[in-house]
């Protein structure tokens, strides 16, 4: 029998074995998994990242807070209406009249959720997902012990062997591995005794080294990493350049050390109290000195920075000069935003562009404020035409359109020309 056919048949026996094991190998992962169906740890760390940052502020797992608790929300709910209520639950409310959000709305004092439209639907279900996880534990109380009144059946302890298995395969493949590596040596040395026997080609294979030297230069390994290089190089620069002028999460020290998380969430002072323009003009304004001191002229300590920052206030009020506050949203000259024509005729609430400001205790901007962030969510967002006469003729012309099949669903702002250039370039 030629060498070569003895080659190429243990060449296949060789890959044979390989498969086998690897598909035991993904038999051994398939099998330590939890049969509840646990998702997988990414998934619930960024499931948790965005609980934390958006929804613990109205929200908790085990607890009421301004919002139901969530436990077990999936059992509830389907991960389809949590998604629609997600993504604009006033829609669900008001609009589609939607009989357990009605009840909701009702019982929590009509207090509307923060709409997220920005969010994938990935991201909303690996929130579902941390929740589900989350309430299968045990509360943690204020002194850190666990509550047992919530305390969820404690399943059975189950025999798990995915360990074993996993350490059993591991050993049967390197015990093969080294089989295959003594009998290709067995072979070599048997066939170099007789190399006298053997023909051309077979002596050839029998004296082939391994050079890595001849991989390195050879015209395939130098090609696939040129190319791999000016992937990886275009790629970066790419990414370099479409950061241009992004501030996303842009949060500097300003000169009075100021907590929204305080004010505007602990205190539940209203935006527009201090932010006087946001509601009636193009501008949300920043508050001047004087309304800081219809409340700091009998308030005289904070809880965190004491008489600190409170005196650096009375300072700038005593020698009536302005306090220099380093602007963290600044969109360039040539784009056109209008505060009152969102918060008020779209009914947009200050969250969604803004975030969680009422959790922050220094101001970040929460949004990249791009041009594509701006027309996809005129593209997503539904005209908020309710008890607005403007809108009569278009909502009724746009119904029509629907029932001629000619347009779904509601009518999004880009079909009242939220898409064209002037509306917010000059």
């Known amino acids: 029998m ?13 890959f044979l074995v390989l498969l086998t094991l690897s598909i035991n190998f993904s038999k051994t992962f398939a099998q330590s998994a939890p049969a509840s169906g646990a998702a997988d740890p990414a998934v619930l760390a960024k499931g948790k990242e965005l609980f934390e940052g958006n929804c613990t502020a109205c929200h908790a797992v085990h607890t009421v807070k301004v919002g139901p608790a969530l436990k077990d929300i999936k059992k509830r709910r389907d991960i389809a209406w949590i998604t629609k209520f997600v993504h604009n639950s006033t829609k669900v409310i008001k609009i589609d009249k939607d009989p357990y959000a009605v009840a909701l709305y009702a019982q929590y004092n009509n207090t509307e ?78 066939l170099k005794e007789r190399e006298n026997s053997l023909d051309e080609e077979d002596k050839e294979l029998v004296n082939q080294k391994f050079r890595i030297g001849v991989i390195l230069k050879s015209k395939a390994f130098i090609i696939i990493v040129c190319v791999l290089f000016t992937c990886v190089a275009v790629r970066s620069c790419w990414v370099g350049m479409m950061s241009i002028g992004i501030e996303q999460n842009y949060a500097p020290v300003q000169p009075i050390p100021f907590s929204h998380q305080l004010h505007a969430g602990k205190l539940k002072i209203d935006c527009g109290y201090c932010h006087t323009g946001v509601y009636r003009g193009k501008q949300a304004n920043i508050p001047g000195v004087n309304i800081c001191m219809n409340c700091h002229s009998q308030v005289k300590e904070g809880p965190r920075f004491g008489k600190e920052g409170i005196a650096v206030l009375l300072e700038h009020y005593n020698t009536n000069k302005p306090i220099q506050w380093v602007r963290v949203h600044n969109l360039p000259d040539l784009a056109y935003f209008n505060h009152s024509q969102h918060t008020v005729a779209g009914g947009i609430e200050c969250t969604k562009c803004h975030g969680q400001i009422d959790s922050m205790e220094v101001v970040k901007q929460f949004s990249n404020l791009t041009m594509g962030w701006c027309i996809n969510c005129h593209r997503e967002t539904a005209v908020n035409g309710k008890g607005n006469a403007y809108y009569d003729r278009l909502l009724k012309v746009h119904d029509e359109k629907v029932a001629a099949g000619i347009r779904k669903g509601d009518m999004k702002v880009e079909q009242i020309g939220g898409l064209e250039c002037s509306k917010c370039h000059y």
């Open 2 to 14: 030629s060498l070569k056919i003895l080659q190429n048949r243990f060449s296949r026996l060789t």
């Open 113 to 190: 959720m923060t709409s997220f439209p920005s969010f994938k639907d990935d991201e909303i279900a690996s929130i579902v997902a941390y929740i589900m996880d989350e309430s299968t534990k045990p509360p943690v109380t204020k002194d850190g012990g666990k509550d047992n009144t919530l305390t969820p059946e404690k399943s059975a302890p189950q025999n798990d062997y995915s360990d074993l298995i996993l350490i059993l395969t591991i050993v049967i493949l390197v015990l093969v591995s080294i089989t295959l590596i003594v009998f290709i040596t067995v072979i070599r040395k048997y």
